[in-house]
C-alpha cells in the first residue's frame, strides 16, 4: 500500500516563500509521476506541479517560473520549492502519486490525476 505524507505548510506573507515535502511510503517507483494538487474553499482542486517518470515537469500557468517541483529517490520524497508567493495561492495543498504499472506522463496526470494522495498541507499568504 502506497501512503503519501505532506508537511512543510504554514503561513507566510507575500513575496515569501515556502518548501513542501510529500515522503512516499514505500518508496518511489520509477514509473510513478508525483505531483502537488490544490484546492482553496469554494474553488475547485487544480493541478499545480507534475514530475514524470523521465523527471519533465509540468506546471500550471499561474505557478510557472515561481514553483519548482523535484523528487529525490533517495529520501522517497518530492518536494515543491515555492517563492514569490501571492495572497491567491493560498490553499489546501495535496500531493499525489500516480499507479507504479506503466510509465507516467506528467501533462495527463496534471490534467487527470489518479492513484494515491496524501492528507494535505495547509499554505496560508498573508499580504
Known amino acids: 500500500q502506497v501512503q503519501l505524507a505532506e508537511s512543510g505548510g504554514g503561513t507566510v506573507q507575500a513575496g515569501g516563500s515556502l518548501r513542501l515535502s510529500c515522503t512516499v511510503s514505500p518508496n518511489i517507483h520509477t514509473n510513478q509521476c508525483l505531483g502537488w494538487f490544490r484546492q482553496a474553499p469554494g474553488k475547485e482542486r487544480e493541478g499545480v506541479a507534475v514530475i514524470d517518470s523521465v523527471r519533465a515537469t509540468t506546471y500550471a500557468d499561474s505557478v510557472k517560473g515561481r514553483f519548482t517541483i523535484s523528487k529525490d529517490y533517495a529520501t522517497r520524497s518530492s518536494y515543491l520549492e515555492m517563492s514569490d508567493l501571492k495572497p491567491e495561492d493560498t490553499a489546501m495543498y495535496y500531493c499525489?502519486?500516480?499507479?507504479?504499472?506503466?510509465?507516467?506522463?506528467?501533462?495527463?496526470?496534471?490534467?487527470?490525476?489518479?492513484?494515491?494522495w496524501g492528507q494535505g498541507t495547509q499554505v496560508t499568504v498573508s499580504s
Open positions: 499525489a502519486a500516480s499507479g507504479r504499472r506503466r510509465p507516467c506522463t506528467g501533462g495527463s496526470f496534471l490534467e487527470r490525476p489518479a492513484g494515491y
